[in-house]
Structure formats: C-alpha cells, structure tokens
C-alpha cells in the first residue's frame, strides 16, 4: 500500500497538468460565502443589528503562535511565546462566592420537600446531596485556567494541522452579554475547542456542558476548576441522569445561578437523539418566568477533516487519556465558525418561530402508505422525541404548544449550526467517491470534479474550508481517506484508480465525512429522489408507446424515454412525503414542508435537470372572464384588485428530463445522496420480521443508539415503546404485524431508492 500511495503521490504531484486556484473561484469574484448570519424570518430584530456592518473575512489560526502575538520580542520569546501569549489572555473570573449554597436555596425541588431552609439546613442538604452539587462548577481560577489553555494549544498543535476560526462575528460577541454557544455533537474535542476559541481572543470562556462520563478523580478537579459541568458518578449516561428528578433540579438552579452571574454557557446538541436539548429548554423556561432577562444564542459551527474518535468512557488516568488521544491522530485541519447571536426572547414572544400545523409522523404517512390517500400528506411533523417528557424542566408540566416551540427552538439551532459548518476537502472527495464514482475514478477525473463540485457548493451560500492548489487539495484528501479507500496504479496506467473499499465501515466513514455535502444539496436530492420515484412508477407500469399525462388526463405519443411527463402537483407531492422522513436539521424549521417541497421542484429547474412547460389553456393565464352580480367582466393580471382567489384553480405546470437521450448524471449523484438514510429505514422495517419480539436489553440499546432510524419506526406506528420495570421494551404494532402492512411501508420507502 507504500508503494501505492508513493505512486499517487508521484502522480497528483507531477504528472497532472490541472493547476487551478480554489481559494478565489472566478465565479465569485473576490468574495466568499457570508455565513452565519441570523434566521430573517425568526429573528429580524437580532439580523438588523448586522446589517449595514462591512465583513473583513478574516480567519485566525489558533495554533500559529508568535512573538507578534505578544508583547516582547527577541530570540527567547520565541522560544515561549505561546506561554507568554496565554499569560496575556483575559480571564473573566466570577466575583460571586457560595455558589452551592445559593444553588440549594433555588432548588425548587428541595424547598418542596424541606419546606423553608434555614443556613444550617442548606449546610446539611449540601452534604446529603453531595454526589450531585460536586458536579457544579466552581469559580474560575485564572492560573488553572491560562494553564490549561497552554497545554490544549500543545496538544492540538500535535494532532491538527491548524484550526482556523471565522473572525466575522467576534466583534459582536464582544459585546454581548449572557451568551449561550449552541453546537451539534460530533465529538468531545467540541468541549474544549469552543473555550480555548473564545479564551484565545479574550473573550469570556463559557460554563462548558460535558456529555462523557469521566470517572478519574484528577482530571474531574481539573475540569471542574476551568467551569466543566460534569455528570454524576452514579449516573451511566447522560440519558441516565437526566431522568433523575433531583438531577434537573440541580442542574436548572445551576443554570439560574451561572445567567445572573453573567456568566457564558456552552452546549452541545445531538441531532440524532436529541441530547442536550433539554439545557435549551431549562434556559427559555428561565426566560418565561422572569428569572433571567434574556440571552443571545450563538450557534457554532465545527467542520473536521477527519472527526477525532473520543466518545468513550474516561477510566484511566489523565495521563493515559491524553496519550490515548494523541495516538489517535486524527490529523487535518478545523474550521470553527461562529454565528451571529439572536435573542431568544425575540424567538419566543414574537410568536415568528413556526410550530402551528405539527401533526404526528403517522397522521401524515399511515393514510399515504396503507391506503394510498395524498390529501392528509400536508402538514409540519412533529418530533416530539428530541425533549421527551423526563426531559421538559423541573416545573410544572408544560402544555403541547410550549414543548411544541422548546423543541422548534432545538431544531433551529441544529440547522443553524449544521448550516455554518464550512465544506472540507474529504467532503468533497468522498461525497464524489460515494455518490458518483462508487464503481472507481481516475486521479485526474477526480481532481475536475473536485473543482466542478467546489462551484456549485460556493454558488449555494456554503463555505468551503480550504484554499490552494487543486492537485494539493485532492492529494491532501486522499492522505486523510486512505484507509478507506483502494489505490491502484501501475506503470502502463496514466493515471492511479481510486476505488472506496468495499466495507461497511469504509462506507460508513465516507458517509459521516460526505454528510456535509448532502446537506448543501438537500433541496435537489429531495428533488431528485421524487423524479427518481415517478420515473420509476411509470417504467413498472409497463406503458411503452405512451405515457399518461396527468395535468389534461391526455395521452402523449412517442417513446416514453423521450417524453415523459411530470405532473407538478404530483411531484411536489412526493418530495412533500419524503421530508418527513429526513433527519433533523436538513430542513429549515422555520419553513413550512409544503414550502420545502415547492422549492425542491424548483431547484432541479434552477440547476437544468428539468424543464418547466406550461400547461396550454383555452384562455390565456392573464387574461379571464370573472362574475359579479350575474354579469361577466374582463380582468387582467395587471388589475391591483386582482388575487389568487379569482382563479378558479392555481396554475399548472409538467416538467420533462432535460436531457432526453439519456439520464442526466447529476440526478444520478443527488439521488445517491439520500440513498444510505433509506435503506436503513428499508432495513429496520423489513428486518422486523427476523427478530423475535419483544425486544429488551441489548437489541433495545442498539436501536435507540441508531436515533433517528428508531424515532421514524417508532412515530410511524411500526414499534411500540412498553416502559415496564424492567426497562424499556419494544413491540411490533398490531397494524404492522400484518406482511401485507410491512410490504406497503417497505414499498413507499424503497420507491425513493436509485438503484
């Protein structure tokens, strides 16, 4: 395999002639991607205070520390100047004491059952309930702080290339108060990187969430000294914990405390179980009784070349995690950007954030899948299971609209968050390795599809995180995906042959890394998956010499791979069916399906796959006959008066493949993209038949584990959640027992599949 990659080294080094500069695309101009901006629909309020501002598009790299950083200079500085850069770093610490105390006294669940606490009460329920206040934090120690922030700037210096950060925002950050940073899980190092961000330009480093349990007593006095917020040592899980009524109660005082102390939080959201969503909840319940004014939400984005592998039980000493760390070497760069903050109050009270029309997944799919009924396929799902009931706050319990609008807020900020992560090279290799080389491609093919693929993500608003010359890039990518890929080359060949490997766990990783991707072109692969999924109805009906037109009910002659016709309405339809089944943070919360789904129709306009026809009327659109009063009169489009419902029905339109000799080759790559999301669904609806029921223990842990795959069977109706003393166990629906029901479920999953 040396050799291998020594000759695809040779190759992408010397032998290709494609030199072309991504940093600066000619199509852009001189400028890139604005990103992070706030929702304009939500929030206009917090996006005015943005506008009119000039964006330098600066970028800042953490780990290139010199002596310009600091204030002296000379041969020994530069020998220290990342001591002596952390030393002159800002560390913002709390001038308030007796944080537990005052913790016990706003513990709600407590007073209820101690009734009114006197000091020396509040002294011996702070040892009663010791396991759980030693999680809280204490105040920051400057020393511990500077401290750990040098040997984290070492020790990513040892494992990435660079982290770079967007510089867009920072100012406002500045000058904000009670700031709550919000981004999705993708690994452990997501703690530490949003605080040594913020400590390196002198921001105030934030209260940090951490999801692992961590059992070693040193590292949690260590944590616990730089603001950590750690997990009970008789709690598995997070899960686990948060199911433990004391545990909220703690953790919503903590909450209370650390905002009127003006301090900053930072949380990690998972959007495959919904994890950390209930710290979202806990704050905008603060807000809503008056306990805290408000607070400004900054979604983060984190993009890795190559995700670091660190969920894992911390058992072992301090020492022996770092080094288990180090061994990994995950290698790469970061790209960390932070968005603009948003008032949450301003979300909440102006009534903007959408969650009217939030129906449960079945009432919007059982009536399509087992009794083919498209009308009750309109609606917004509901994912209630991202805060479930345990989870809502230690207060009274909230009606359906306030989880309604707790778990609209979590949405949006996973989307937001998942929207500011720039596009990294492995991105762009493996979606091109995955979506449309699965089969092999040559290094120089490679390389123009790399350059084709960084346009069209610059052209839909995304950032990429990367610059330089083309051949570097793909070489550099290759480097990073090696182990998962196959690498041929042989002196009578021009050019190495990249294949992927044919394993699950190569596939899985080439997904992860190609997720990015799939959410810059999530309009256009919903959009295909639909055409895919008419085409498909239309080769099994076996029509040859006609095909049905069903906008006029006629009968269009000729070769159906030359003149198929796609109704709109219809089309829309299934692209409206198949964004309820879409994980979270795809799709903008804010943005009705129906809206979601109209505009993946057009996006496949926009991009040249289709074409638009408009459906021949006897009367012209803009012209036509109204009625008042028994008389008819004539009216324009141009009338002022005029609206949508004088028309008796809205306008229609058909859509044909743009290229009809043969299938484009881009609605072949998009709808690859959606193609591992479905089969799963077709795996665990099918597989039921192959497990024996009830399910408990391990095959319960597995499913849950899989997030959002089991939340789709379990909405749906296919599975049944049995809360029994035992645990947690899982039942197939009666409805679904039937093969008949279990084919139809199957059958409108796999007509979204490409195959």
């Known amino acids: 395999m040396s050799f291998l990659y020594l000759c695809v080294s040779s190759q992408l080094s010397c032998g290709l002639k ?71 770093c800002k560390v913002y610490s709390s001038p308030v004491s007796c944080r537990l105390e005052r913790v016990c006294q706003s513990n709600r669940y407590l007073r209820r059952k101690r009734g009114r606490m006197t000091g020396s009460l509040v002294y ?23 401290f750990v922030g040098w040997v984290m700037l070492k020790m990513f210096a040892s494992v990435f290339g660079s982290i770079q950060v967007n510089l867009n925002h920072l100012p406002a950050l500045h000058r904000g108060s009670l700031l709550v940073y919000v981004y999705v899980r993708q690994s452990a190092v997501d703690c530490a990187l949003i605080p040594l961000v913020l400590f390196c330009h002198s921001l105030r480093v934030p209260y940090t969430v951490c999801p692992l349990q961590i059992k070693n007593s040193s590292l949690r006095s260590i944590l616990q000294k730089v603001g950590v917020v750690l997990l009970p040592l008789s709690a598995r899980t997070e899960k686990d914990a948060e199911t433990d009524t004391v545990y909220q109660s703690v953790m919503t005082a903590l909450v209370r405390e650390l905002l009127h102390e003006g301090q900053a939080i930072s949380i990690g959201v998972s959007e495959r179980s919904g994890l950390g969503g209930q710290w979202l909840a806990r704050i905008r319940q603060l807000i809503k009784e008056g306990s805290v004014p408000d607070v400004s939400l900054v979604p983060v984005g984190i993009s890795y070349d190559c995700v670091p592998k660190t969920y894992i039980q911390v058992d072992v000493s301090v020492f022996g995690w770092l080094w288990s760390f180090l061994c990994e070497r995950p290698e790469g760069s970061v790209r960390i950007h932070l968005a603009q903050p948003f008032s949450l109050k301003e979300m909440c009270e102006s009534g903007r954030c959408r969650v009217d029309e939030w129906l449960p997944l079945q009432d919007l799919l059982l009536p399509v899948i087992l009794n083919n009924c498209a009308g009750s396929a309109f609606g917004q799902r509901r994912m209630s299971w991202l805060l479930p009931s345990h989870y809502a706050s230690e207060l009274n319990e909230p009606s359906q609209s306030e989880r309604n609008l707790s778990i609209a807020i979590i949405l949006h900020l996973i989307f937001s968050a998942t929207s500011c992560m720039a596009v990294m090279p492995t991105s762009l290799v493996s979606s091109l390795l995955l979506y449309k080389h699965h089969k092999g491609v040559s290094t120089s093919v490679l390389c123009r599809d790399v350059a084709w693929l960084t346009e069209e993500v610059l052209f839909r608003n995304k950032d990429v995180g990367f610059g ?93 791979e030359f003149d198929v016709v796609l109704c709109q309405s219809e089309l829309t339809e299934r692209a409206l069916q198949l964004c309820h089944l879409l994980p979270p943070g795809f799709m903008p919360p804010c943005q009705s399906s129906q809206s979601f789904a109209l505009d993946a129709v057009d996006s496949l306009v926009r991009c040249g796959i289709l074409i638009q026809e408009e459906v021949p009327r006897d009367v012209p659109i803009c012209d036509f006959w109204k009625k008042e009063d028994g008389a008819l009169t004539w009216t324009t489009s141009d009338d002022p008066y005029h609206s949508d419902s004088d028309c008796e029905e809205p306008d229609l339109y058909s859509y044909k493949i743009s290229q009809p000799s043969h299938c484009p080759e881009m609605l072949f790559f998009l709808c690859r993209m959606l193609a591992g ?79």
């Open 468 to 560: 330089g010359s083309l051949t570097d890039i793909v070489h550099y990518s290759l480097s990073l995906l090696s182990p998962h890929l196959l690498i041929a080359a042989a002196p009578s060949r021009k050019d190495p042959l990249i294949v992927p490997r044919p394993s699950l766990a190569a596939t899985l990783h080439l997904s992860c890394m190609a997720k990015a991707v799939t959410h810059t072109f999530i309009l256009e692969a919903v959009g295909a998956c639909a055409v895919s999924a008419m085409l498909c109805e239309v080769a099994h009906s076996g029509v040859s010499s006609s095909v049905r037109n069903d906008v006029e009910g006629e009968v269009v002659k000729g070769d159906p």
């Open 18 to 88: 494609i030199k072309k500069k991504l940093t600066v695309p000619p199509c852009l101009g001189k400028f890139r991607p604005v990103v992070g901006q706030c929702c304009h629909q939500c929030t206009p309020d917090s996006l005015r205070k943005k506008l009119g501002q000039n964006y330098s598009l600066g970028f800042h790299n953490l780990l290139s520390v010199t002596e310009a950083q600091t204030r002296y200079r000379g041969w020994l500085v530069r020998r220290v100047c990342c001591a002596l850069f952390v030393s002159g």
């Open 124 to 146: 011996i329920l702070s040892l009663t309930f010791s396991p759980l206040l030693s999680m809280c934090p204490s105040t920051y120690c400057p020393l511990s702080t500077r």
């Open 677 to 755: 999301h479905l089969r799963a669904l077709c795996w665990a609806t099918m597989g039921l038949e192959l497990i024996k029921m009830p399910l408990a223990g391990m095959w319960t842990v597995c499913l849950r584990d899989s997030g959002h795959l089991l939340c789709v069977c379990v909405c749906v109706c296919v599975l049944l959640e049995e809360w029994q003393k035992e645990g947690v166990f899982l039942t197939v629906s009666p409805l679904f027992q039937l093969s008949e029901n279990r084919q139809k479920l199957h059958r409108f999953i796999s007509q979204y599949l490409y195959n």
